[in-house]
């Protein structure tokens, strides 16, 4: 081939080619984790003003979700919670199998919790709430302040405990996993 009818032209275009279909062979992953898949959970929390963060964190038994609250904006926690861990499911197509929400009780609502806590744990593993609605009415007795609740979801047990200004919120498996990893709830030093 003589001098005259070689061109780098061809030789550049291919090589640009060779590195585009690299790059997007490598880095697809990362785009679509970026672009489609991150991005679209972040805004639809947007839209929910009680969420004021969260995090993922992928585990062999699923995913972990840690959550921070605004308590002001919070009247039911599972009407609040329930559709934003469906919508992590469906985006992620992996089950959640614990909810931890950043939150630390005061002394007062710490001892309510400990309490109720012996009741959550029959309801848990008997599947009996009876006992659990006495024990609730029985703490918040009268007290016009107080509003202790714990909501029944399909999945979990969501416990919204609001005295005054503090509040404390946990959510529970229904059905105790006690055997398995799961830990739900919680306060920053790792009680509750």
Same mark, same amino acid.
């Given at each position: ?14 090589? *640009? ?7 997007? *062979? /490598? ?6 984790? =970026? *672009? ?8 639809? !929390?947007k839209t ?5 963060? /969260? ?8 995913? %972990?979700?840690? *959550? ?10 599972? =009407? ?5 861990? %469906? ?6 197509? %992996?089950?959640?199998?614990? @909810? ?11 001892? @309510?919790?400990?309490?109720?806590? /012996?009741?959550? +744990? ?10 659990l609605y ?10 016009? +302040?107080?509003?202790?609740? !714990? ?19 946990? @959510? ?15 306060? =920053?030093?790792?009680?509750?």
């Open positions: 081939m003589s001098r005259k009818n070689w061109s780098r032209r061809p030789v550049i275009v291919g090589t *640009l080619v060779f590195i585009l279909t690299v790059g997007l *062979l /490598f880095g697809g992953d990362f785009l679509y984790e =970026k *672009l489609f898949a991150r991005n679209p959970l972040q805004k639809w !929390v929910t003003p009680a969420i004021t963060a /969260f995090q993922l964190q992928e585990a062999k038994a699923g995913l %972990r979700v840690e *959550l921070t609250l605004d308590p002001a904006q919070v009247d039911n926690l599972q =009407k609040v919670l329930e559709p934003f861990l %469906r919508e992590v499911m469906t985006r992620k197509q %992996r089950p959640v199998h614990e @909810v931890w929400i950043a939150n630390e009780p005061s002394p007062e609502l710490a001892e @309510v919790y400990y309490q109720l806590s /012996f009741a959550l +744990a029959e309801a848990q593993a008997t599947g009996e709430y009876n006992t006495e024990v609730l009415q029985a703490l918040q007795g009268g007290n016009e +302040a107080a509003d202790y609740r !714990v909501y029944l979801g399909a999945d979990y047990l969501y416990v919204q405990l609001k005295k005054e200004s503090e509040s404390y919120f946990a @959510v529970l498996p229904r059905i105790d996993h006690s055997k398995s990893l799961v830990r739900a709830g919680g306060t =920053k030093g790792g009680s509750g």
